[in-house]
């Protein structure tokens, strides 16, 4: 049947109805009066979900941009950094920080674990000198399904007093409680077609006053991606650049639906699909590759030799499109996305395919046990 696909990956997120009609719109001038609101309203909403006070600006980019933007605006090179490394998007941001030739230590923690913030503070403790710069971590690194303990590294971080707490948020925001100014975190990363229920093309990137001071000292080269030209523009409702003015729209009603539900029903809800999917996987008999203390609200890794054969017939069978492994876990697990726009029905629905593609492909689980365990969860 055309028409129903169901996506249940880490981005490109479903879509609300409502999000898709508020882009259906003719483009209105960037630099008109009537925009200049949308972007003073957008402002404001990004601030809420961002539960800060710093500045938020907005790229036309995808997630990795506002991470490397994120990196050439506060860091000059040779810059001593501290990033930590357990998965996919770890290992992106040791890339960039080496692409833009930063002093690159890594911090390593198994894929499938999440970082020990001890091994952080121990490093921390004992700069003297104050030679960290920046300290880099996924928040909820989506390539394993593991939820990195930002809260005890950013308090190392903070304890050390110098060096800047830089953040990719991109499947954590919108998803799991981030107080940024709570936590004073400097940088904080995101993209559109993860948690804000939104298409790809836009990136965020929020800057504490911090982060800020170190830009008048950084030395990389930077033009298109220099926040600085957004902060001028985005203090006075403008943009530096074009940007999508179409998403923008859409960027517009997803707030608005966030703020209807509230934060702390969306960080509830997110945590009730993260508990009814492992649930589920565990009484089919499944292997979840994160530990139970350490899950992303975003995204449930699920370890099987036949991963590729189980995203196949999910697909063919029930055009439900799940994730696979990346790199070497390609064909050892498969990933169940359950981020923004993500209802119980959806759970419930993915979790009863998942148990019939398991059926046909002879695997032994009993059956209901997965919607039985899924459904425990959702109606408690
Ligand atoms: C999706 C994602 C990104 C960004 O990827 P893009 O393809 O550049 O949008 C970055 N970090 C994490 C943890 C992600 O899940």
């Given at each position: 049947m055309e028409n129903k696909q169901m996506l249940m990956i880490p981005g490109p997120t479903p879509v609300p109805e409502k999000v898709l009609l508020a882009m259906a719109k003719h483009p209105i001038g960037h630099r008109s009066g009537d925009f200049s609101k949308v972007i003073g309203e957008l402002t404001a909403g990004l601030k809420w979900l961002h539960q800060t006070q710093n500045d938020v600006v907005m790229l036309t980019a995808s997630g990795t941009g506002a991470m490397e933007a994120g990196i050439i605006n506060f860091l000059s090179s040779g810059d001593r950094v501290l990033v930590g490394n357990n998965g996919k998007f770890g290992d992106r941001w040791a890339k960039v920080s080496k692409a833009y030739g930063l002093t690159v230590e890594e911090v390593r923690a198994e894929w499938g674990q999440p970082l020990d913030p001890n091994a952080f503070k121990a490093i921390l403790e004992s700069d003297s000198q104050k030679t960290v710069k920046a300290v880099i971590i996924t928040?909820?690194?989506?390539?394993?399904g593991v939820l990195n303990d930002l809260e005890a590294i950013n308090a190392a971080v903070k304890a050390h007093g110098q060096a800047l707490m830089i953040v990719?948020?991109?499947?954590s925001l919108g998803a799991v409680n981030l107080p940024v100014d709570e936590w004073g975190l400097d940088v904080v990363g995101s993209g559109s077609?993860?948690?804000?229920m939104i298409p790809p093309g836009l990136a965020f990137v929020s800057v504490s006053a911090k982060a800020w001071q170190a830009y008048e000292g950084a030395k990389l080269p930077k033009f298109y991606l220099d926040l600085k030209k957004y902060k001028k523009a985005t203090d006075e409702n403008s943009s530096p650049f074009t940007p999508p003015v179409n998403l923008m729209y859409g960027l517009q009603a997803s707030l608005e639906m966030m703020q209807a539900e509230g934060l702390d029903a969306i960080f509830a809800r997110h945590r009730r699909h993260t508990e009814a999917t492992r649930a589920a996987a565990k009484a089919l008999g499944l292997s979840l590759f994160a530990p139970d203390g350490a899950a992303s609200p975003a995204i449930t890794a699920i370890e099987s030799d036949s991963a590729e054969a189980i995203r196949s017939a999910m697909r063919k069978k029930f055009d439900i499109a799940l994730a696979g492994g990346q790199d070497h876990l390609k064909g050892k697990v498969f990933r169940i996305g359950h981020l923004g726009f993500v209802c119980d029905r959806d759970i419930l629905s993915c979790v009863g395919a998942l148990e019939a593609t398991l059926m046909g492909l002879g695997h032994s689980a009993a059956p209901g046990a997965g919607v039985a365990a899924a459904s425990k969860v959702l109606c408690a």
């Open positions: 928040h909820s690194e989506t390539s394993t990719d948020a991109v499947t077609q993860k948690g804000y």
